[in-house]
């Protein structure tokens, strides 16, 4: 299996933008996670889906960001628009079922400028 | 100015020898707990994880022991190897979520 996959790896923007970060997690899957990661607060939930549905959102910082997943296969994070605090590794990770491991992917490195 | 980030606390091991990873969990009602190594630039990747009907579980090179009468995780990992140098996270995992809540974490050097 590909494992976690995620798109772009890095990105660069300029503040204003909108910003689209895709995921694809393991087949089979059924939770879909969504991570920040920075120097100052570490690694933080956003959002996470459940076949597809959201279930948890109340890490999300404010309006400007949104996640769906339209299908069991891809999920997408956005910013819009971006801010240059929104600089940060964004990682998407799945898991088979409730209360198993969560398996991430290799991340997405956003620069907002 | 510089911008004040999260202080890692830092292990400092000689290669070959042991390590021990401390961490201290927030929720008596957690039942399932992961540790995760994440090298830099790459994303946290599950090493071993637990659940709260055991004290001890063994991988390969990797123990980690729960104590759940002071709430505390160890992760041990014999005969290191520079390739064990990483940040190492654990995870909690209360039993009436689905969310992991991630600790600080701890930077393992290795050094020859």
């Known amino acids: 299996d590909a494992g976690v996959i995620q798109s772009p790896r890095h990105e660069v923007t300029e503040m204003g933008q909108e910003v689209t970060l895709r995921c694809k997690p393991i087949?089979?899957?059924?939770?879909l996670f969504w991570y920040r990661q920075t120097m100052m607060r570490g690694l933080e939930l956003l959002i996470y889906f459940n076949n597809n549905v959201p279930i948890d959102d109340s890490g999300m910082p404010e309006d400007r960001f949104s996640a769906k997943m339209p299908n069991a296969s891809f999920s997408t994070l956005k910013i819009q628009p971006s801010e240059p605090r929104d600089s940060a590794v964004y990682f998407c990770?799945?898991?088979?079922?409730?209360?198993?491991?969560?398996?991430f992917g290799p991340g997405t490195r956003l620069l907002v400028l | 100015g510089e911008s004040v980030g999260l202080h890692l606390p830092t292990l400092s091991v000689q290669e070959g020898d042991n390590s021990i990873i401390n961490c201290a969990y927030s929720?008596?009602?957690?039942?399932?707990f992961i540790w995760y190594k994440q090298e830099s630039g790459k994303g946290p990747q599950f090493i071993i994880d637990?659940?709260?009907?055991?004290d001890k579980r063994q991988g390969q090179r990797v123990t980690v022991l729960l104590n759940k009468t002071v709430k505390h995780l160890s992760l041990q990992i014999a005969a290191t190897q520079p390739g064990d140098s990483a940040v190492y996270f654990c995870?909690?995992?209360?039993?009436?979520?689905?969310?992991?809540?991630f600790g600080t974490g701890t930077r393992l050097q290795v050094f020859p």
């Open positions: 929720n008596s009602a957690s039942d399932y």
């Open positions: 990770a799945s898991s088979f079922v409730r209360k198993e491991t969560q398996y």
């Open positions: 087949s089979g899957h059924d939770y």
């Open positions: 637990i659940r709260s009907n055991m």
């Open positions: 995870a909690e995992n209360m039993g009436n979520t689905d969310k992991l809540i």
